[in-house]
């Protein structure tokens, strides 16, 4: 099994910015696609962002596009998510994920998962 712990996590004020970062138990944690998730309170878990075992391909949910970006280094066997120009709206408890193939985009593509890191952005 794959065991990830996401950290970061913070009380930032609205356009602020915050690095998340998720480290993996799992020495082959580059033969994994990984992504980002985020569940806000009352509302359901929400894709953020997803990237490929090498890093050289991403995918950027619309709602964060252009402010967020995922990135990966294997040798650290980490995954990150910079998140600039914070919004309230922003919210949430962030989990990190790990599936096996593709680009994943959706929750049930993922077999492993942290368990989250709070983001609270202020207005």
């Known amino acids: 099994q794959v065991q990830l712990v996401e950290s970061g996590g913070g009380l930032v004020q609205a356009g602020g910015s915050l690095r998340l970062s998720c480290a993996a138990s799992e020495r082959s944690f580059s033969g994994y696609a990984m992504g980002w998730f985020r569940q806000a309170p009352g509302k359901e878990r929400e894709f953020v962002a997803a990237?490929?075992?090498?890093?050289?391909?991403?995918y950027v949910a619309t709602s964060v596009k252009g402010r967020f970006t995922i990135s990966r280094d294997n040798t650290r066997s980490t995954l990150y998510l910079q998140m600039n120009s914070l919004k309230p709206e922003d919210t949430a408890v962030y989990y990190c994920?790990?599936?096996?193939?593709?680009?994943?985009?959706?929750?049930?593509?993922?077999?492993?998962w942290g368990q989250g890191t709070q983001v609270t952005v202020s207005s």
């Open positions: 994920a790990a599936g096996r193939t593709g680009l994943p985009r959706v929750g049930k593509e993922y077999d492993y």
């Open positions: 990237i490929s075992w090498t890093g050289g391909s991403t």
